[in-house]
């Protein structure tokens, strides 16, 4: 037992001022999530009428009562220099559990644009298809879906949403199952949704599936369908055989949904862990412990404590590297290792990391990155000592650990310290952002600052004055380049992780991942391989 | 006491077993039960000193067998044996039975039974004593056209009863010829089936009159008084429900002329120990003889609390031979007295008999409220017996003091595991006509309104239910339940009460609890050690929820809730179009069909009898049988009885 005895006074006006500030980021997260579930809600009545749920009523009806959700990719598709943007991209979706099973559930969000599809909801879908391949949960489709945006058409988005469909046949042939509801209409390339699930509920009077809606029929044959007949469920589970069970309306849809997951008899893969203690410090105080300005240093022990059983945890070389902080602890009965950054990453910090990340690969021990790191370090002392090899032998380690990694965007990442540190390239299990954290490959200042160095050099190479005022100008549009990126919510909205959270559920959402993650390491699953059978 | 015996057994069970044990226990008297296989475990067993099983749990083979119990008091050396009421208390031969193995039958002479147990014989017999009768026959010739002729003569609407019957059984209103015949098929079906006797006398009957008894106590000596009246007009299906004395509708001089009636009526027969004389009181004050019960009634309570005597200790005294104390001008009725009977029935069900086990049974203590019970909680409500498993009984200064304290009670009972008339006792003490004393026997010809749960009731039983989910959440998903990362969780769940389905969103926002019913949202307080709604703390008691199943019990009703999302698939299936299954445990009497047979919707099919009742079982679709059980098998509740295929 080493615990951790914490500096930190939630008393203090620091202590008050940074959750302030803290909080006053989750509200803003909150109120752009809102945004999305007020538009698809102010459709209520149509849905009502139709005797539908909304979107997010599906889910609720989907979902275990009382079991936890994690939300992925909430943020996805903002943009918070775009007035009115909205998050989510036009798809719901949570990892949840479903008749004690924990699935991943996608949702069409059919209460914006009708439900049509968009460039970020195709990446979310795709991002939730590589999490139900990885942890091999079963993932459920709640299909409404006008299809693609005929006003804003992508080539690209066309072209590249191929991929959801090429993953739900990997996901089905691994052994995982891919359930669709057909709530409403899935038309061309949201016909495969269906399509390539391995079974498929439709509600009898409102799920349609056609490759062509009767418009484009109409336009590209000239036929003359009525959507009922030519996609309606009825048809589909009398006549084509795509609607294998046939529901009266939603909430009989989802039942029916649930009962197909209960009868999966899936295996648990572990037994769920239990009889950990809670941290000492309580995780609510992860609001005040950070501050929201990156600037200002903190011991990143301090957040780890709020995050680990019992804040009891042991600190692996603390004083050598001790920029780079490297401790085994467990979270809600999971061991892991915990990375976090008390400074830059140096010569010593990344041989430590490397070692760490080496040794809990070793044992089997999940990993988490919290990251709050401005780059590694750079000079001519640097250099000498073996930067770009150490840097590269801590990445290198990263990159190859074959355990479960988990990253946390905490504060800053820059440059090559989000790969070090597990970024959204290296392919963590989760990767998710608070919503104070920052980004970038450098900060503005240190980009403008190059820019005229390059700048001031050419120009005494030429032998050329340097016109001050454009430098000033140019340099000042560097910046805003830089920091209009920087912001968690750009980064989020961009998809560069799995969604945003309140800091203060940081120790909830990492023992929701290492379940999820335990789980699927351990499931026994059946992949599929048939001979040839002949129809 | 100076009696010649020291040990009493008590040939009964449920509470009145309880009852007669406890004055018993109190007056030094050694006690004896008396148990049916299904029975081991009840509390007039664990009651009594000594418990003797005589048999298995069919009433006919235990309770009603005169020898096994005459066997069981001489093995425990017990010198009288108190009847109770019910099962052998009327019976003349198991009286004797007692005299002639040297046993003192708490009760009157066999010869007082046989002449009071002959209905048609005692009218005859209260006639020439000068106690009013209500026209009717009462001949022994029984042929079907003579009955109707009889009928014509006495006039209708009139009553069908089993000569030899007693309480309900075998007894029908007509209410014109056409309807005769087959109610006197009916009855005289039932009167054999209960009696073993199947003649049947005809009664004028009495339009909405007022069921009045008065109690009287005589000793060995000759020496009769009266106890006043209790006043039992609330009744359904001919049982009583709600007693109380005195009568709203009997005043002094009435009291003495009804009292002096029933002494006459008590001496006719030389009677002995205690005994009810019923009336029947029209309007006018008029009051007609329909029976005397020589037996303890179940209402005596309601007699002892307003004139402060032990009826028990009585009987038990005069049976010792000890002379009546007490004079006439002695018995002082003071305040009033209500008793209200408890049924496992469902007076919504057409007073269905209710079978399960009481999973809590709790009764308040309040000041002048008695509880006379034969059940507790874990006790097993079998359909071989009576339904009745307790009564509630208040007293009060006056009327409205006493049924006050009575729906109190009532309202702080808790019997859940099975359905009870709670809600219609506390309704009908509610009810205006009732509480101005103007009840009549057809006063549950309709039933007044039970209160119904409102959305705040609803909503604080689903929180329990919410909470058992929460559980298994935290089962599989440890420290996480109740969480969501988009902020509070937002759970749908789907919930069955009285077999209507209700939707109901769920906001967890960590100990409090958004829940919307329909329309209306609450706010539901999780933690509380009873359940807090919209600030307002709800009382109600309830079991812990287990397997999304939940009992409350509010004050004015039950609630039964199921989480049908918690149900394993396939769970809420029921028995589909044209499958009928036993309503309840009991015997198939009669099959009015063959596999095979065309039948139509409301076809009768078969009869079950459970409960001491008799249930028609009617087709519910068109169709041709194709199954069908077999008469005379003992069903389970809810085993298949019939399935008809559509047609």
């Known amino acids: ?535 | 006491m100076a009696g010649s015996f020291d040990t009493v057994l008590v040939a009964n069970r449920g509470e009145i077993a309880c009852r007669v044990i406890r004055s018993a226990r109190e007056m030094g008297l050694r006690t004896v039960a008396v148990y049916s296989e299904a029975d081991a475990d009840a509390p007039h067993v664990a009651a009594a000193d000594l418990a003797v099983e005589i048999g298995p749990a069919p009433a006919a083979d235990s309770y009603l067998v005169g020898e096994k119990i005459i066997e069981a008091a001489k093995k425990t050396g017990a010198g009288a044996i108190h009847p109770g009421y019910g099962f052998l208390s009327e019976n003349a031969d198991f009286a004797r039975a007692c005299a002639d193995s040297g046993i003192v039958f708490v009760g009157p002479s066999p010869e007082a039974i046989a002449a009071m147990g002959d209905k048609a014989a005692a009218k005859r017999l209260m006639e020439k004593s000068g106690v009013p009768t209500v026209p009717g026959y009462s001949g022994e010739e029984q042929d079907d056209a003579l009955l109707v002729q009889k009928a014509k003569e006495v006039g209708f609407p009139l009553m069908v009863k089993a000569a030899a019957g007693g309480g309900g059984k075998g007894m029908r209103l007509v209410e014109d010829e056409a309807s005769l015949p087959s109610a006197i098929e009916s009855a005289r079906r039932e009167a054999a089936g209960a009696f073993g006797d199947d003649t049947l006398l005809l009664e004028r009957a009495v339009v909405a009159p007022r069921h009045v008894e008065i109690q009287v106590l005589a000793d060995r000596a000759g020496h009769t008084i009266h106890l006043g009246e209790r006043d039992c007009s609330v009744q359904r299906r001919h049982q009583k429900v709600i007693e109380e004395a005195p009568s709203p509708a009997v005043g002094e001089e009435l009291r003495a002329k009804m009292g002096a009636a029933g002494v006459a009526a008590a001496e006719a027969v030389g009677y002995e120990g205690a005994g009810t004389i019923e009336f029947l009181l029209d309007a006018d004050g008029n009051f007609y003889f329909l029976e005397m019960n020589t037996r303890l009634q179940v209402e005596h309570p309601v007699t002892e609390l307003v004139t402060g005597m032990d009826l028990v200790e009585w009987q038990l005294r005069i049976a010792a031979g000890e002379p009546l104390t007490v004079v006439q001008d002695d018995v002082e009725i003071n305040g009033h007295a209500i008793e209200a009977r408890l049924y496992a029935e469902d007076p919504e069900n057409d007073y269905l008999p209710a079978t399960g086990t009481v999973e809590l049974w709790e009764t308040p203590e309040l000041g002048a409220l008695r509880v006379d019970t034969g059940i507790r909680t874990g006790s097993e409500i079998t359909p071989f017996y009576d339904p009745m498993v307790a009564k509630v009984i208040a007293w009060g200064s006056d009327r409205d003091q006493a049924r006050s304290l009575l729906i109190r009670g009532l309202e702080e009972t808790s019997a859940l595991g099975t359905i009870t008339n709670r809600p219609l006792l506390t309704a009908i003490l509610r009810a205006p006509l009732f509480a101005e004393g103007g009840a009549t026997t057809a006063f549950l010809d309709e039933l007044p309104e039970s209160p119904a749960p409102t959305s705040a009731d609803m909503a604080a039983v689903i929180g329990w239910l919410y909470r058992e989910r929460l559980c298994e959440a935290a089962s599989v998903a440890p420290g996480l339940e109740g969480w969501s990362s988009g902020g509070a969780l937002t759970s749908a769940m789907r919930v069955a009460v009285a077999g209507e389905e209700h939707e109901v969103r769920i906001v967890d926002h960590g100990g409090t609890l958004s829940v919307t019913v329909g329309d209306a949202e609450h706010r539901v307080l999780l933690d509380a050690p009873a359940p807090v709604v919209d600030d307002v703390e709800i009382p109600v008691r309830c079991i812990e929820p287990s397997r999304g199943r939940v009992l409350a019990a509010f004050p004015g009703f039950d609630l039964e809730m199921v989480d049908l999302t918690a149900l394993p698939p396939g769970a809420g299936d029921a028995g589909g179009e044209g499958v009928l299954l036993a309503p309840m445990h009991g015997k198939v009497i009669a099959v009015e069909a063959t596999a095979g047979e065309r039948v139509t919707t409301g076809q009768r099919l078969v009869v079950m009898e459970a409960m001491k009742m008799e249930h028609e079982i009617l087709a519910d679709i068109d169709g041709v049988i194709e199954e069908i059980v077999s008469e005379g098998s003992q069903v389970g509740g809810d085993q298949l009885l019939a399935r008809i295929a559509a047609a």
């Open chain 1, 1 to 535: 037992m080493t615990v951790f005895k914490s500096k930190v006074d939630p008393a203090s006006d620091s202590f008050r001022k940074n959750r302030e500030e803290m909080l006053e980021l989750v509200a803003e997260m909150r109120e752009v999530e809102s945004r999305a579930v007020e538009r698809s809600n102010s459709r209520a009545d149509r849905f009502h009428e139709r005797g539908q749920l909304l979107p997010r009523e599906r889910i609720a009806h989907l979902l275990d009562p009382g079991a936890p959700v994690l939300e992925i990719q909430n943020i996805a598709g903002y943009d918070p220099n775009e007035e009115g943007s909205l998050p989510g991209g036009g798809v719901i979706s949570v990892i949840g559990y479903v008749s004690g099973t924990r699935c991943i559930i996608v949702a069409n969000d059919s209460g914006i644009d009708a439900g049509a599809m968009t460039t970020p909801g195709g990446w979310k879908t795709i991002r939730c298809e590589d999490l139900a391949l990885e942890n091999k949960m079963p993932i459920i489709f709640l299909v409404e879906s006008a299809g693609a945006n005929l006003l804003t058409y992508r080539v690209e988005m066309w072209g590249l949403a191929g991929r959801t469909f090429y993953n739900q046949a990997k996901i089905s042939a691994a052994g995982v199952p891919v359930i669709t509801v057909l709530h409403g209409s899935g038309t061309a390339g949201g016909a495969y949704y269906p399509g390539m699930s391995d079974i498929i509920i439709g509600v009898r009077g409102n799920g349609r599936a056609f490759l062509a809606g009767p418009p484009l029929l109409k336009a590209a044959t000239g036929e003359v369908a009525d959507a009922e007949e030519l996609g309606g469920v009825e048809m589909h589970s009398t006549v084509s055989g795509l609607v294998d069970y046939v529901a009266e309306d939603d909430a009989d849809a989802l039942r029916i949904c649930r009962e197909a997951v209960a009868r999966m008899h899936w295996d648990p893969g572990a037994q769920p862990r239990a009889g950990f203690e809670d941290p000492l410090y309580d995780p609510d105080e992860l609001a005040g412990v950070v501050p929201v300005d990156p600037r200002q240093p903190y011991d990143a022990r301090e957040v780890i404590a709020r995050l680990a059983d019992g804040s009891d945890f042991l600190d692996f070389k603390p004083d050598y590297g001790p920029m780079t902080v490297c401790v085994e602890a467990s979270v809600m009965g999971h061991p892991v290792g915990f990375i976090a950054n008390n400074g830059v990453l140096d010569n010593a910090g990344s041989g430590k990391a490397t070692h760490f990340i080496q040794r809990c690969t070793q044992l089997g021990t999940p990993l988490v990155f919290l990251q709050n790191i401005n780059g590694y370090m750079v000079g001519i002392d640097a250099e000498r000592g073996g930067m770009i090899k150490n840097g590269s032998k801590m990445i290198q380690a990263v990159s190859n650990a074959d355990v479960p990694r988990f990253t946390l965007m905490i504060g800053a990442s820059f440059g090559a310290g989000n790969y070090g540190m597990c970024g959204v390239g290296y392919d963590p299990r989760l990767v998710l952002t608070w919503p104070n954290a920052r980004a970038g490959v450098m900060g503005g200042e240190q980009a403008a600052g190059t820019m005229r160095v390059v700048a001031e050099e050419r120009a005494a190479r030429k032998g050329e004055p340097v016109d001050e005022e454009q430098m000033e100008a140019f340099a000042g549009q560097i910046v805003d380049l830089y920091s209009a990126q920087e912001s968690a919510f750009v980064t989020s909205g961009r998809q560069m992780d799995d969604g945003m959270i309140d800091p203060r559920d940081s120790r909830r959402v990492l023992g929701f991942g290492l379940a999820m993650a335990e789980e699927g390491d351990n499931r026994k699953v059946n992949p599929v391989s048939f001979g040839v059978g002949r129809i």
